[in-house]
């Protein structure tokens, strides 16, 4: 029902909304901190990829599945990711669906006789965008061009999104030496780019 009371207007859920009242004292802090205030999961308050945020996105998926709270169009995308879960690589235990990198492993590395920030985005090259990354492999520093001038005008409009992450398997695209990996995921670099906020989602 629309907040007025009619039923006939149109309505669209902006962040995490609760199905029941009675169930309030079941949710967190920061999960009833976002339905009280209407942001969105990926809008996120906590920092992308702290302890808090993923709990946070981990505890809507599982209130989501019992039908405790509705979603948005994009936070149903980003619960449906393995975000807020945990598996092993190398023996190391590592964040799954976690392609944003938190600011203390943003590196330094030489490429070319220059220093260079390695896994952050920046304008030009011989396309719209380009980064430099570490091959895991070779231990070599690579320079990944990707991205168009078309992208600018719909990072903000989820049908594009929605339709470029499903015809480009945005999902599986976990090779950061790749421009795939990185067209995938502009929009969580939109704020150093220029391109608006940060959204925490696929193109």
């Not at 011989?126 to 980064?131: F, I, L």
Request: aromatic content about 8%; overall charge positive.
């Amino acid at each position: 029902m629309c907040s007025c009371g009619c039923n006939t207007c149109e309505t669209k859920i902006r962040g995490p909304l609760l199905t029941e009242g009675k169930i309030k004292s079941l949710l967190s802090e920061g999960l009833q901190y976002h339905i009280d205030k209407k942001i969105p999961l990926f809008e996120t308050v906590y920092r992308i990829g702290s302890d808090k945020h993923l709990s946070l996105i981990k505890e809507a998926r599982k209130m989501y599945s019992r039908n405790i709270i509705d979603l948005c169009e994009e936070d149903e995308h980003l619960i449906k990711t393995h975000l807020g879960e945990f598996g092993l690589y190398e023996g190391v235990s590592v964040p799954l669906d976690l392609p944003m990198l938190n600011e203390d492993e943003i590196e330094e590395a030489e490429f070319r006789g220059k220093d260079v920030p390695l896994n952050k985005p920046k304008r030009g090259g011989s396309k719209a965008y380009y980064v430099y990354v570490r091959d895991p492999k070779t231990k070599r520093i690579k320079k990944v061009s990707f991205g168009s001038g078309g992208l600018r005008a719909k990072i903000k409009n989820k049908e594009a999104r929605n339709a470029f992450a499903a015809r480009h398997n945005c999902k599986n695209k976990k090779d950061r030496t790749k421009a795939g990996y990185w067209s995938c995921n502009l929009p969580r670099y939109a704020s150093a780019l220029g391109l608006g906020a940060n959204m925490n989602t696929f193109w």
